[in-house]
């Protein structure tokens, strides 16, 4: 495989644990490192393993991976270098406070003390809990927690960042905090980040990649994914008595039970109209990233089951 | 970053799992004083003090292989329900310098210990220069043994629960079985052969002739120290080529 810096390179990369379970099927990847990769999927779809194989925590059982043109398989300390993670469902120990914690990984990342200290104080700042930084962790509130160890991560000199489930847990305005975070991180850092939330992916993310049962399904911006799905307006209708009958597109049921009409542009202007007229509850907008990771889960759940695509 | 300062690194160790939480939490200190000295002060009353020598000697091999079996418990916890170790392992810190850095660290959360110790070994035992260094030198030998075995548990172990199993069934063999406060002609002959499955024996063993607390043969002398060291040697290998830091 030819060297390729800049990007993030897996190649056929499986895995199957020795309990027999497959949890990584050829899993194909070729991105930019810069900016933040958003990589969603269902519970046990296989994100956390791949974050794991490209933190070098895991081996893979098949394929190659390179990241900036270091092999994550076969040269790990070279990957170390330049990479930090926020594995999932890691906690600040309760033993230390937001400092300390930070102030000991940077010695482990070879930080003097003096230099670790610094640091840690002016990571605190940027993050904006400079004012828990000597609290003991077991009394900051869980967004605190998250950000602290963002915060730890964030202070070392590593370029590429993985969050696996950052958010998960956090009410939404610590969400949308850590949001903003990212968002500012993004410009001098590669954040390969793992989510369920789709409306984070479809805020944050430059590129978005779908896996569902180990198979990585669509990589792609918003847009491009978006292309996936044959009409990009939804119509959802909130009154299940309204009589509709789309031109062009197909009525469905979506996630909340109510009836969707997936169609053009047009057409949704035009049955915006008519539902006004009615005096019908509705909203229209461009396809979500809800719905269109929906249809392509479920168009690869219908071609394993061999049924017919309802979208 | 160029020039990584392993001294660095192991310091990182020492601040987590010992620096912070003894300063956060001050009550492990007693809780880590209290283990060894509980036993040797019952041996101490019920002897009538006829063993406190003896029981001194084994209060200081039960804390090398007490801080050395804290540190199962210790990885394990950060491994799995910190996922601490995790972030680590991604880190340019190596497995050996991560497990030496833990290591020293149970050293120093011991370390009241050593020194209380240290001070009833000089008033209450007479030990020669080369009895000292025979005594130290086993310790040495029971931690490096210990924390090969905690190393090698906390790998394999994926819950504090399964941990926690380890320690006991681990503390039953290196510190129940063993006649480490008392010599090994206090236990009757046949479940003597039993205490011989622990290396803790061996170690008390020579310990305890060093100081002269108990007479053996020099080729009893030998073999005890052909079993301790061969023991120890064996579980680092074991350590070394079983351990799991990049999971497989």
């Known amino acids: 495989m030819q060297e390729q810096t800049g990007r993030l390179v897996c190649r056929d990369v499986g895995k199957v644990y020795s309990t027999g379970t497959v949890a990584l099927s050829k899993v194909n990847i070729d991105i930019p490192t810069k900016g933040i990769f958003a990589l969603i999927g269902r519970n046990g779809a296989g994100k956390t393993t791949l974050v794991r194989i490209l933190a070098t925590e895991l081996m893979s059982s098949s394929g190659t991976a390179l990241i900036n043109g270091a092999d994550v398989i076969k040269d790990p300390k070279k990957v170390r270098e330049f990479i930090a993670v926020v594995p999932q469902e890691s906690r600040l120990l309760m033993w230390t406070t937001p400092r300390q914690m930070i102030v000991a990984y940077l010695l482990y990342r070879g930080f003097s003390y003096v230099n670790a200290k610094n640091r840690a104080a002016e990571v605190l700042k940027t993050v904006n809990i400079g004012k828990y930084a000597d609290v003991q962790s077991q009394h900051l509130s869980g967004g605190t927690k998250r950000k602290a160890l963002i915060a730890t991560v964030l202070a070392s000199e590593a370029s590429m960042l993985f969050l696996d489930e950052p958010t998960t847990g956090l009410d939404p305005i610590s969400r949308a905090e850590l949001w903003n975070l990212l968002n500012k991180l993004k410009k001098d850092h590669f954040i390969f980040l793992t989510t369920h939330y789709l409306e984070e992916a479809e805020r944050l993310a430059d590129q978005i990649g779908i896996i569902e049962n180990g198979k990585l399904l669509n990589i792609g911006t918003l847009d491009e994914l978006r292309a996936h799905v044959k009409y990009d307006f939804s119509l959802t209708i909130f009154d299940n008595k309204a009589r509709i009958k789309p031109r062009a597109g197909r009525i469905v049921t979506g996630l909340d039970g109510n009836r969707q009409i997936l169609t053009t542009q047009k057409e949704a202007n035009r049955i915006a109209k008519e539902l006004i007229r009615k005096g019908t509850r509705f909203s229209t907008s461009p396809v979500s990233l809800e719905q269109i990771f929906y249809f392509i889960v479920k168009r690869s759940i219908n071609e394993e089951t061999e049924e017919k695509d309802e979208w | ?248």
């Open chain 2, 1 to 248: 970053m160029k020039g990584r300062s392993i001294g660095s690194q192991l310091f990182a160790s020492v601040l987590i799992n010992a620096i912070y939480p003894m300063q956060n939490f001050p009550i492990m200190l007693v809780n880590s004083l209290l283990g060894p000295f509980a036993f040797l002060i019952v041996i101490n009353f019920v002897s009538h003090g006829a063993l406190l020598g003896v029981a001194i000697e084994g209060a200081f091999v039960m804390t090398m292989v007490s801080s050395g079996l804290a540190l199962q418990g210790d990885l394990a916890h950060l491994k799995n329900d910190m996922k601490f170790q995790d972030m680590i392992v991604s880190s340019p810190t190596s497995a050996f310098i991560y497990i030496f850095g833990m290591a020293a660290s149970e050293l120093l959360y011991f370390l009241p210990n050593f020194i209380l110790l240290s001070i009833l070994l000089i008033l209450f035992v007479p030990l020669t220069s080369l009895a000292a260094f025979t005594v130290v030198t086993v310790m040495v030998i029971m931690f490096i043994f210990s924390i090969s075995l905690s190393f090698l548990l906390s790998t394999i172990s994926v819950d504090v629960i399964q941990s926690w199993a380890f320690t006991g069934l681990v503390s039953t063999l290196l510190s129940t079985i063993p006649p480490v406060y008392y010599p090994i002609t206090y236990i009757p002959l046949p479940w003597q052969y039993i205490a011989y499955i622990s290396p803790t024996t061996y170690a008390a063993q020579i310990a305890q002739a060093a100081a002269g607390f108990i007479t053996i043969t020099p080729l009893n002398f030998a073999l005890d120290w052909i079993v301790l060291v061969g023991a120890s040697i064996a579980m680092v290998l074991i350590a070394i080529k079983k351990v799991r830091w990049r999971e497989p």
